[in-house]
């Protein structure tokens, strides 16, 4: 074969093996660029998940649990607390005011308010009262003075709420003491006890002051004649998670028992 000829077939090939490989490390670019940026869209996507699932458990449950339930070693476990002092309210949305004339709690416009708070009526318009109102109450938990109050549930037209459930802290005046533990520091430990008690109790009255201030706006603004029945006590709870796929915060005891029947014996418009 004519050198010539060979030299320009040497020349042909190793151009097209040259354009193979080029087009070939191209094309393995291309494909990485491709997998990496769909692997930071999965990533994005996944973080934007966990940070709306984290909201939407942090909206459910306190900070601290949601914390817990957010940890996957630790989602499954039992999750309960013993508490020695605790203020629980129970606020009740009722129909009319204690102090208002007998013509006005005979009107038809009480008559149809007492109606829709008992869902007869329009189930539609009760239910979009009642989340207006949910709502202007929720808004007074992200005030710097109520940041202690921990909402609980909402059961029908009432509003469970307690102050003094934070982590870790059982406030107990019968806590054990080491055996070097003076006197004096027992008294202290109790007289912080009881300070703090206090200003649970405190707390959550002024709340309960300030959630029936916003639902009388409401009313004027909404042409609405509604009013808050409350009951407040303090004393022990326990506090826990029940189910863990759907985890629902809630408090048991004596003292929730109490104050539910305060609230349902006590008049509109005032605390009890």
């Known amino acids: 074969m004519d050198p010539r000829i060979a030299h ?14 080029d087009r070939q490390i191209e094309y393995m670019n291309r494909l990485d660029y ?4 769909k692997l930071f869209e999965e990533q994005d996507e996944a973080s934007t ?3 709306v699932n984290k909201m939407l458990l942090q909206n459910i449950l306190p900070i601290h649990v949601a914390e817990i339930y957010l940890n996957t070693n630790r989602a499954t476990e039992l999750y309960y607390e013993e508490y020695d002092s605790v203020s ?6 009722v129909a009319g005011r204690a102090d208002e004339d007998e013509d006005k709690e005979d009107s038809p416009e009480s008559e149809e308010l007492e109606d829709e708070n008992k869902g007869q009526d329009d189930g539609y318009a009760s239910l979009q009262l009642l989340n207006e109102i949910i709502c202007v109450f929720d808004k007074l938990l992200f005030e ?11 059961a029908g037209w009432t509003y469970l709420a307690g102050c003094g459930l934070q982590p870790g802290r059982r406030d107990s005046s019968n806590s054990d003491h080491s055996a070097g533990s003076r006197s004096e520091d027992v008294g202290l430990g109790d007289e912080l006890s009881q300070r703090h008690t206090a200003d649970n109790i405190l707390v959550l009255v002024r709340f309960a002051a300030s959630m029936m201030e916003v639902l009388h706006k409401l009313n004027i603004e909404a042409f609405q004649n509604l009013t808050l029945r409350v009951g407040i006590q303090h004393g022990p709870v326990m506090a826990g998670v029940v189910g863990a796929h759907k985890p629902l915060y809630d408090i048991w005891g004596d003292t929730v028992n109490v104050a539910s029947r305060l609230d349902s014996s006590g008049e509109p418009g005032k605390i009890q």
Do not use: D, G, N
């Open 49 to 51: 998940t966990r940070m």
């Open 8 to 21: 320009i077939m040497y020349i042909v090939f190793f151009s097209l093996t040259m354009h193979l490989m």
């Open 34 to 37: 491709k997998w990496k940026r």
């Open 88 to 93: 629980v309210m129970f606020a009740s949305i």
């Open 144 to 154: 710097p003075s109520f940041m202690r109050v921990e909402k609980i549930k909402v």
